[in-house]
């Protein structure tokens, strides 16, 4: 299980760092397109559009479905959760341990004054 939650965490990360994906998924927060569609807001080609919705689409960013001759893509939500559920996990990390740190910052000050 652990293995499979990481497989999907690198391909979310590997598809979220590329601009022309992010972008990408920008244009489909507010609603479902056609891939036609987006090709017309990037400065690549048709057949690259359609690579790029494939990374994707495999990171479970996106998911597409034929509707005639055009493949409509639409936004899936459950690799953003994932990554969210990681980043929020690291941030609880973090913010524990800084809270830590501060406080035994703040007891040495205390004891430096005393001095």
């Given at each position: 299980?652990?293995?499979?939650?990481?497989?999907?965490?690198?391909a979310?990360?590997?598809?979220?760092?590329?601009?022309?994906?992010?972008?990408?998924?920008?244009?489909?927060?507010?609603?479902?397109?056609s891939?036609g569609?987006?090709?017309?807001?990037?400065?690549?080609?048709?057949?690259?559009?359609?690579?790029?919705?494939?990374?994707?689409?495999?990171a479970?960013?996106?998911?597409?479905?034929?509707q005639?001759?055009?493949?409509?893509?639409?936004?899936?939500?459950?690799?953003?959760?994932?990554?969210?559920?990681?980043?929020?996990?690291?941030?609880?990390?973090w913010?524990e341990?800084l809270?830590?740190?501060?406080?035994?910052?703040?007891?040495?000050?205390?004891g430096?004054?005393?001095?």
């Open positions: 299980m652990l293995k499979y939650q990481e497989a999907t965490l690198d979310v990360f590997h598809a979220l760092a590329d601009p022309n994906r992010r972008a990408i998924l920008r244009l489909l927060t507010d609603r479902e397109r891939i569609e987006l090709v017309p807001s990037f400065p690549i080609s048709f057949v690259a559009v359609s690579n790029h919705m494939k990374v994707l689409e495999q479970g960013l996106v998911i597409r479905r034929k005639g001759r055009h493949q409509m893509c639409s936004l899936d939500r459950r690799g953003l959760d994932a990554a969210k559920d990681w980043l929020d996990t690291h941030e609880r990390f913010t341990r809270d830590a740190l501060e406080a035994v910052v703040a007891e040495m000050k205390g430096a004054s005393t001095s």
